[in-house]
């Protein structure tokens, strides 16, 4: 089965538009390879977070800030296709 994603934003921060551009990136790179993206209003402020079937792939507070597209590309390429190139976001 194909995984999913979610990406769980603050909507006080306003982080909507940072979780709906992560989410196109995400669903350009892996369009055939994912089930959904899922954007999930958090209850926590603050919180931005990103799982993979209900695994943390990536927590902001613990990261201490946002990833850049390139990692967070190369992160879930580990975790649902570890063999694929990436092309250039792996040079």
């Known amino acids: 089965m194909k995984p999913s994603i979610t990406i769980e934003y603050c909507p ?3 982080w909507l ?3 709906a551009y992560m989410a196109q990136e995400l669903l350009s790179t892996f ?3 994912l089930l959904s993206v899922t954007l999930k209003p958090g209850e926590q402020g603050g919180i931005f977070r990103i799982s993979i079937n209900g695994e943390p792939v990536f927590d902001r507070k613990e990261y201490g ?4 597209i390139k990692e ?3 992160k879930v390429r580990d ?3 570890p ?4 092309g250039h976001v792996d040079r």
């Not at 063999?83 to 990436?86: H, N, P, Q, T």
């Open 79 to 81: 975790i649902i296709e």
């Open 17 to 19: 538009l940072r979780a």
């Open 31 to 33: 369009e055939e390879d």
């Open 65 to 68: 800030g946002f990833p850049e």
């Open 12 to 14: 006080k921060c306003r």
């Open 83 to 86: 063999e694929r190139d990436l």
């Open 72 to 74: 967070l590309k190369q």
